[in-house]
């Protein structure tokens, strides 16, 4: 059983940039490696929307539309770390971002419209002042 730690949120004026970290603890056999990886979101209100993937089989990413080319999505295999950077933030990225992940068996590119992820974290919360 995973456990997902998420950090780095907090209040930051638009225009600005925040770094969220995802830790992932509780492996047995596996590794971070055989994970896809996600970043979720949730604005007050709102459903929950794929934010940002990371496939596990080649490495392959995929950006909800309103985030691309702002938000990077990253790991780090050796601190089982998964990271998103946000830059150019807007007041309508505020919501709780989670961190999921789900393990993979055969060849998989993700994509950001997907939801089966098995494990997440207890989110962070981004507010992004005007």
């Known amino acids: 059983q995973l456990q997902l730690v998420e950090s780095g949120g907090g209040l930051v004026q638009s225009g600005g940039s925040l770094r969220l970290s995802c830790v992932v603890s509780g492996f047995t056999l596996d590794t971070l490696d055989f994970y896809d990886l996600a970043w979720f979101r949730q604005a007050p209100g709102k459903e929950r929307e794929g934010v940002s993937c990371?496939?596990?089989?080649?490495?392959?990413?995929d950006y909800l539309d309103s985030v691309r080319g702002r938000f990077t999505i990253s790991k780090d295999s050796a601190k089982n770390a998964v990271y998103l950077q946000m830059n150019s933030l807007k007041p309508e990225d505020t919501a709780v971002y989670y961190c999921?992940?789900?393990?993979?068996?055969?060849?998989?590119?993700?994509?950001?419209?997907?939801?089966?992820?098995?494990?997440w974290g207890q989110g962070t919360q981004v507010t992004v002042s005007s």
């Open positions: 990371l496939s596990r089989t080649d490495g392959s990413t």
């Open positions: 999921a992940a789900v393990q993979v068996y055969r060849a998989h590119i993700c994509a950001v419209s997907e939801t089966q992820y098995d494990y």
